[in-house]
């Protein structure tokens, strides 16, 4: 069965404090996603990365950033939490290939970690 | 930059009642996802449609994709209470590793 994991389901922190969030992986994709989830924003994309120690910006990455040491491991950093950062914040991962060919990149959701700043 | 508008935001209906949800784009898509979300959980994939025109069904859930590639639905048969959720839609781009995700539509099924 697959299997993504954050390293935490809950988590409150003061603003200024440096954030750690860990993902793990355990089918061996390539492609890893950090989101976050506010209501009435859906999700959006801070940074995803496609191999060991690659990473590219998706729509909101001002704020964070990320490490992928790593396949199986993503982690999302927040340099200097802020209250606006509080959220929900959800990791996926993917591969771009299935057994049968290349896939339709559906991608594969952690628990999420809901952060509070404040 | 790809859209993808999902209608209605929110539906509240009674148990056995059936819905239909919406999710619609001026892009095409490779392929369509859709996703249910339960509270304090992450989305969990239901289906992926992938040429125009297909419809797949779930047991009591249809979904369909449209002929063009710009546009699904998902109806629910005899809502039940365990249907309760947020349903989002998503859409890859050919030769994109991302997904264009809608904001959902959030169902609650009153028993």
């Known amino acids: 069965d697959v299997k993504v994991t954050q390293s935490s389901r809950y988590l409150v922190k003061r603003t200024g404090e440096k954030v750690f969030l860990e993902c793990v992986q355990d089918?061996?994709?390539?492609?890893m996603f950090w989101y976050r989830q506010d209501p009435g924003l859906g999700l959006r994309l801070i940074y995803f990365s496609y191999d060991v120690k690659m990473k590219e910006k998706g729509d909101i990455p001002e704020g964070y950033s990320v490490s992928r040491e790593k396949k199986e491991r993503f982690s999302l950093i927040l340099e200097s939490a802020s209250t606006n950062q509080t959220s929900m914040y959800l990791c996926?991962?993917?591969?771009?290939?299935?057994?049968?060919?290349?896939?339709?990149?559906?991608?594969?959701f952690g628990p999420g970690t809901r952060l509070t700043v404040l | 930059t790809q859209l993808l508008e999902q209608s209605p935001q929110f539906l509240s209906i009674q148990e056995g009642e059936n819905l239909t949800v919406y999710c619609n784009s001026s892009s095409v898509f490779s392929s369509l996802q859709w996703y249910r979300q339960e509270p304090g959980e992450g989305p969990v994939l239901l289906v992926t449609v992938v040429t125009g025109g297909e419809v797949k069904k779930l047991k009591r859930l249809t979904f369909q994709f449209g002929d063009a590639r710009k546009d699904s639905s998902l109806h629910i048969t005899a809502a039940q209470p365990g249907d309760t959720g947020l349903y989002l839609c998503a859409g890859a781009g050919a030769g994109s590793y991302q997904l264009t995700f809608g904001k959902g539509t959030k169902l609650s099924v009153i028993p």
């Open positions: 996926a991962s993917n591969s771009p290939w299935t057994a049968s060919g290349s896939s339709y990149n559906e991608q594969f």
């Open positions: 089918m061996d994709h390539e492609n």
